[in-house]
C-alpha cells in the first residue's frame, strides 16, 4: 500500500510542475479554451431557440391492434450508435491480437522499473490511473454532443453524470483487455484461438443485423430490430454502457448502477487474470512503450516521417501459410507487401473506411434525406478510383526484374499471379460495400454482380493501359509519347461507346441497374482486347534485353 501511495505522491507533483508550467505560460490554454467556448456557444443558441417552443412529449401512434407502432426513426439511431460501438469494440480486439498495449512513458520506464517496487503494484496502479484520460475524453464528448441535443432531451445533471459514465467505463475497460489478451498470449501462444473467436463474434453480430433485416417487410426496417431491443443492453461492454447511458429515458437509478456494478466485476476480474498470468511483463511492455514514444514524436516533428510510416504492419511478425513454387512466388511478394501495408492483406482500413461511407449514404437515402442518386453517385466515383488504382498498379510491378522471366512458369500464370491479389481485394471490398447497401436502400439485386464485374473491368483496363506500353516500349520517351495516343484512343473507342450506350440505357429505362448494365457491357469487350494484347507483349519479353 505504501507503493501505491508513492506512486499517487509522483503523479501529484508532476501534476504540481504542470500547472506551474501552465501558470508561466497561459497559451498553452488556448485551445481548450476554444473548445469549451465553442460547447457554451452551442448552449447557448440551443436554449435561445428552445424558449420559443415548448416542449410536449409525443403520444405514439397505435396500429390496427391497438399497439403503439415501432418508432423506427429512434430504433435506427440505437442501432446505428450500437454498431459503431460494436465496430469499434471488434476493431480493438482484433488489433488485440496484433499489438500490445501499455500504460506507461519511456519515463515512467526508466525510473519505475528498476525501482525496488512491485511489478504487480506498478501495473495494478497504472492501469486504474487509465481511467482519468477516458473520463477526461468522455467529458469533453458528452458536452460537445449535449450541446448539440439539448432541445431534443431534458438534460439535467444526473443524465449528464451516467451519460460520462458510461463512455468513460467503455473506453477504459478496453485496454485492460487487450493487455490481458497480450498477456495469455504470451504466456499460453493462443493468439489464433483468440483471432478466430474475434471473427466469429464478428460474424454472429453481422448477422443479427442480416437477419431481422431478410425478415422484416423491408431491410431498414428490421436492420437493427435485434440490437437496438432492451435485452442487448446485457451484451458485455456495449450494452453495459448503453443501459448506463439510457437512464436517460428509464430514470432507474438502480439498473444504471447495476450495469456500472457489471464494469466494475468486470475490471476486478481482468486485473486478477492480468496480476496472475502477466509475471514480469516489462519486455513486452518496453517495445509498445517504445512504439508509442516514436509515434509522438513523429507527430511532433521531431523526426523525419519515412515512406513507410504510413503501413500499419511495417515491423509485425508474419506468419504466412506456404503459398507453393513457381508463378505463386508473385502472388506471396505482393501478400507480403500488402500485410505490412495494413491490418489484413485483403481488407484494409481505407477499404473499410469506403465501405462505412457507403452504407452511410444507403442508410441516408432510406430515410429519404436524399434521393439514392447519391448512392449511385458514390458507386461511380468508386468505379473511377479503381481505374486510376489500376494505372498506378503498374508502376511498382516485378516486370523489369530478371527473374520474372526466370520463373518456370506460363505467362498466364505469371500473369494471374501478378494480379491475383488485387482481384482478390476488389471482390472481398465490392461484395462488403455493394451487398448491404442494396439491402438497405432496397435496390435492384442485379446491382450487386454488376458492379463487382464492372469495378474488376475497370481497374483491369486501367491497368492495362499503363502495363502495354512499359513492356512494349524500351525508350522512356516513347512510352511518354505514346501513352496518351493509347489512351485518347481508348476513351474514344472504349469508354464513349461504352458510356453512350450506358446513357441510352438509362434514358430508356429511368434506372441505375439497365445503366450499369450498358457501361459494364462495353468495358468488357475493352479489358477483354487489353488483356488479350498484354498476354501476347508479355511472351515477347523474354527476348528483350533486361
Request: proline content about 4%; charged content about 15%.
Amino acid at each position: 500500500m505504501n507503493e501505491i501511495r508513492l506512486l499517487l505522491r509522483k503523479d501529484i507533483l508532476i501534476l504540481i510542475n504542470n500547472i506551474k508550467l501552465i501558470l508561466r505560460n497561459p497559451l498553452r490554454l488556448l485551445p481548450y479554451a476554444g473548445i469549451v467556448g465553442y460547447i457554451f456557444f452551442m448552449y447557448f443558441i440551443r436554449m435561445k431557440s428552445g424558449g420559443d417552443s415548448s416542449s410536449s412529449q409525443e403520444i405514439p401512434e397505435l396500429d390496427m391492434n391497438g399497439l403503439p407502432e415501432v418508432n423506427f426513426a429512434m430504433q435506427n439511431v440505437i442501432g446505428a450508435v450500437t454498431l459503431l460501438a460494436l465496430a469499434f469494440l471488434i476493431y480493438q480486439l482484433f488489433r488485440a491480437t496484433k499489438n500490445n498495449v501499455s500504460f506507461f512513458k519511456m519515463a515512467d520506464v526508466n525510473l519505475l522499473f528498476t525501482a525496488p517496487v512491485k511489478p504487480e503494484n506498478i501495473l495494478i496502479y497504472y492501469m486504474g490511473r487509465s481511467i482519468l484520460p477516458s473520463l477526461g475524453g468522455a467529458l469533453i464528448f458528452v458536452a460537445y454532443a449535449s450541446s448539440q441535443a439539448y432541445e431534443t432531451f431534458d438534460l439535467t445533471v444526473t443524465n449528464i453524470v451516467f451519460l460520462i459514465v458510461a463512455v468513460a467505463l467503455f473506453f477504459f475497460i478496453l485496454s485492460p483487455i487487450k493487455f490481458l489478451v497480450y498477456t495469455l498470449n504470451t504466456k499460453y501462444d493462443v493468439m489464433e484461438y483468440i483471432r478466430s473467436g474475434v471473427i466469429v463474434l464478428a460474424v454472429l453480430l453481422a448477422g443479427m443485423i442480416v437477419i431481422p433485416g431478410l425478415m422484416a417487410e423491408k431491410f431498414w426496417q428490421g436492420m437493427f430490430a435485434w440490437i437496438s431491443s432492451p435485452w442487448f443492453d446485457f451484451f458485455p461492454l456495449v450494452g453495459w454502457s448503453r443501459g448506463i447511458g439510457s437512464y436517460l429515458a428509464h430514470d432507474n437509478v438502480i439498473l444504471s448502477v447495476g450495469f456500472i456494478m457489471l464494469y466494475g466485476i468486470a475490471f476486478y476480474v481482468i486485473l486478477k487474470l492480468v496480476i496472475r498470468f502477466a509475471g514480469y511483463y516489462y519486455e513486452d511492455v518496453l517495445e509498445a512503450t517504445k512504439s508509442n514514444e516514436e509515434k509522438l514524436e513523429k507527430v511532433k516533428g521531431k523526426k523525419q516521417v519515412g515512406e513507410s510510416s504510413y503501413s500499419l504492419n511495417t515491423k509485425k511478425k508474419l506468419a504466412l501459410p506456404d503459398f507453393g513454387t513457381g508463378a505463386k512466388a508473385f502472388y506471396w511478394r505482393n501478400y507480403v507487401h500488402s500485410s505490412r501495408q495494413d491490418f489484413h492483406p485483403l481488407f484494409g482500413l481505407y477499404s473499410l473506411i469506403m465501405v462505412a461511407i457507403g452504407i452511410v449514404l444507403a442508410v441516408l437515402s432510406v430515410f429519404e434525406w436524399f434521393s439514392h442518386y447519391f448512392l449511385y453517385g458514390y458507386l461511380l466515383i468508386m468505379l473511377f478510383i479503381y481505374f486510376f488504382a489500376g494505372i498506378g498498379r503498374a508502376n511498382v510491378g516485378d516486370l523489369k526484374k530478371p527473374f520474372f522471366i526466370l520463373v518456370p512458369a506460363s505467362w498466364a500464370s505469371k500473369f494471374w499471379n501478378m494480379i491475383k491479389l488485387d482481384i482478390l481485394q476488389i471482390t472481398l471490398f465490392c461484395i462488403a460495400l455493394i451487398v448491404p447497401s442494396v439491402l438497405i436502400a432496397g435496390l435492384n439485386w442485379f446491382i450487386i454482380p454488376l458492379f463487382l464485374f464492372a469495378t474488376i473491368e475497370i481497374y483491369l483496363v486501367g491497368f492495362g493501359i499503363n502495363i502495354i506500353p512499359q513492356i512494349s516500349l524500351d525508350e522512356g520517351w516513347d512510352r511518354k509519347l505514346i501513352k496518351p495516343f493509347m489512351i485518347g484512343g481508348i476513351v474514344l473507342f472504349g469508354f464513349v461507346p461504352s458510356f453512350a450506350f450506358s446513357l441510352i440505357a438509362f434514358i430508356v429505362s429511368k434506372q441505375f441497374v439497365w445503366a450499369l448494365f450498358g457501361g459494364t457491357f462495353g468495358l468488357f469487350f475493352v479489358a477483354a482486347i487489353l488483356m488479350h494484347v498484354t498476354l501476347d507483349v508479355l511472351k515477347r519479353l523474354e527476348f528483350k534485353e533486361v
